[in-house]
Structures are given as structure tokens and as C-alpha cells.
């Protein structure tokens, strides 16, 4: 199956500094999801973006598919953006996302 | 986005008992619902696919008879967990999609404790 990895796999911030997380698969893909596990563990979904490039508020994402990877931006972070980052991945012929490695992030004041 | 609840989000249970979780799409009709488990600071784990109206689809290595999965309607499907022991014990999200391979949304996730 499918391959996902997340880097880097811990992060540590200060407070309004930017940060790139980066997310390689193996195999082409017909959807991409970001997500964001907050500390109560629900997965909060940021960006459906299987290519192109995305913005929401302080959250961008662009996915280059040819290349397989895709790549989520945090700018001016905040201690609210502390969690866990996943990307999920729908390979090929699957029918069920294939979840990264994750990446968890900590802001500190 | 879509709104998936989930329920209860937190279960204590005796060994031995059963656990049943809700996992609902809220204001849109899900035709698959899955069910992952997620151990402390891994990733989630696909358990299973379900679709409305028929049986469930199994990921390897996952007891179809210790974790039963019910799908009866566009909008509720159900995990049993069954004769629940400490090792069950985990954190369990459910997820749902509208059409087939679209957007995913998830539920607020369930964490059982088995003493």
C-alpha cells in the first residue's frame, strides 16, 4: 500500500515564528487532507487539497502531486496551533485515507 | 465543514462488559463510515470500513467478533466492543464521508478505559 511520512516528526516554536511541515507519499494520489489533533484529540480538518495551493487565515497548503508531496505553512504561530498535524492520503485504487506519521507541534509563549 | 458527533467520548467499563460507541453524521448522509483506533502518540489505525446496509470490511489482524460494527442507517453507525479487556483500551474516532472518496470528516473520538 501507500507510503506517508511526515517531517520533521517534532517541532518546537516561540510564539509568532512560521514553520513548513512536510508530507511525501509513495504513490499517486486522489485526495490529501490536512489535519489538525488538538490535545482533546479530535481531528479538526484544515485543508481537502489533493493539488494546488490553498489559504486560510494563517494556514496555507500546497500539494504538488508529480512530486508527491505536499507541504502545510503556519505562519505566526500561536499557542493554540499546538498539536498534532496529520496528512491522510487516498492512493491509486483505495477507498480509505492512509493517515501520515504526524507531526507534533509545540508553541511556547 | 460537516459535523460528525461521536458518543460518548470518554467510557470507563468493568472487564468482561461491552462497550457500544455512536458515531452519527449530523447533516449529511454518510454511505461509508470508518472506524480507526489511535494509541498514545502514534498515528490512527484503520479497524474498519462500514458501509450502510451491508457487513463490515475488516482490516487485517482486527477481530470482526471482539469489534462489531453496525451501519443500519445513512447516519448512524455503531462499534460494539465486546467482552472488553485493559488492552482494549484506547482512543477510537470515527470518521464519514458523503460520496465515495470525497472529504472526510470525523468525530470528536472516544476514549475507553477497561479496568
Known amino acids: 500500500g501507500i507510503q506517508v511520512e511526515q517531517s520533521p516528526p517534532d517541532l518546537i516554536l516561540q510564539e509568532g515564528a512560521n514553520s513548513t511541515l512536510r508530507c511525501n507519499f509513495s504513490?499517486?494520489?486522489?485526495?490529501l487532507q490536512w489535519f489538525h489533533q488538538n490535545p482533546w484529540g479530535q481531528l479538526i480538518n484544515l485543508f481537502y487539497?489533493?493539488?494546488g495551493t490553498k489559504q486560510n487565515g494563517r494556514l496555507s497548503a500546497t500539494t504538488v502531486a508529480t512530486e508527491r508531496y505536499s507541504l502545510l505553512y503556519i505562519s505566526s504561530s500561536q499557542t493554540t496551533d499546538s498539536g498534532v498535524y496529520f496528512c491522510?492520503?487516498?492512493?491509486?485504487?483505495?477507498?480509505?485515507?492512509?493517515f501520515g506519521t504526524g507531526t507534533r507541534l509545540q508553541v511556547t509563549l | 465543514g460537516a459535523v460528525v458527533s461521536q458518543h460518548p467520548s470518554r467510557v470507563i467499563c468493568k472487564s468482561g462488559t461491552s462497550v457500544k460507541i455512536e458515531c452519527r453524521s449530523l447533516d449529511f448522509q454518510a454511505t461509508t463510515m470508518f472506524w480507526y483506533r489511535q494509541f498514545p502518540k502514534q498515528s490512527l489505525m484503520l479497524m474498519a470500513t462500514?458501509?450502510?446496509?451491508?457487513?463490515?470490511?475488516?482490516e487485517q489482524g482486527v477481530e470482526k467478533d471482539k469489534f462489531l460494527i453496525n451501519h443500519a442507517s445513512l447516519t448512524l453507525s455503531t462499534l460494539t466492543v465486546t467482552s472488553a479487556h485493559p488492552e482494549d483500551s484506547s482512543f477510537y474516532i470515527c470518521s464519514a464521508e458523503g460520496t465515495m472518496n470525497t472529504e472526510a470528516f470525523f468525530g470528536q473520538g472516544t476514549r475507553l478505559t477497561v479496568v
Open positions: 491522510a492520503v487516498l492512493g491509486g485504487t483505495a477507498s480509505k485515507l492512509t
Open positions: 487539497i489533493p493539488s
Open positions: 504513490d499517486s494520489v486522489n485526495n
Open positions: 462500514s458501509n450502510e446496509g451491508s457487513k463490515a470490511t475488516y
